[in-house]
């Protein structure tokens, strides 16, 4: 989606957002082994200079070198709580609704009316014209279902905001052909309004 970035500088916002909102759980997972590899690494290298004997011999008790290392996991243990439940959800949810920024992008800028576009593997879009966030003759073939094909159609779509904030799209006026791939088996849908999340763009289903 390089395209994208050049074309518009709030899906490059996006993008860099998007990374910014990986990094809580990314130290999360890192902190444990850091601090484990770091208290390795320092107790080697108190045994390898001798500094050890020297400190008992000294009168230092063992105490004065576990002392550190257990309040720095405690401090580290604090921390991955304080990010589980409290930094990561938030993160978790501000990283969804910029995936839901970026497609919304690739609907209303990167996309060719006319055009069958392959946003992924088992995701097709078409759109007849796009005029800022409203899109005419929307079409999209969703095979990432094992069990189902979707086919939506609709004559118009447009891009819009929730209360909570994250963008879907809303799609007027149309239809949606299931079909069954165990058996083939079709049925249609026709609906008035129909609300496709934006961050379902981008994922498989599980």
Known sequence: RIDIVKTSASAAGNIFWIALMLLPDLAAGVVPFAILIGSVQALNALN?????????????????ITRPILLLGFLG??????????????????FQ???????????????????????????VISVGETQGSTVKSLFIHDTRDPT????????????????????????FDGQLHRKNRANSAVSIIEFQTYAFDLSEIGRAHV
């Open 48 to 64: 390898a200079d001798s500094e050890r004997s020297a400190m008992a011999a000294a009168g230092a008790s063992n105490a004065m």
């Open 77 to 94: 243990g604090l921390f991955m709580l304080f990010v589980a439940h409290g930094i990561g959800p938030m993160a978790s949810s501000a």
């Open 97 to 123: 609704n910029g995936i839901r920024s970026i497609n919304a992008d690739t609907i209303t800028l990167f996309l060719q009316p006319g055009r069958f576009e392959r946003v992924r593997n088992d995701l």
């Open 148 to 171: 189902l094909d979707l086919t939506y159609f609709a004559r118009e779509a447009s891009i819009v905001e929730t209360e909570d904030g994250q963008q879907v799209l809303m799609l």
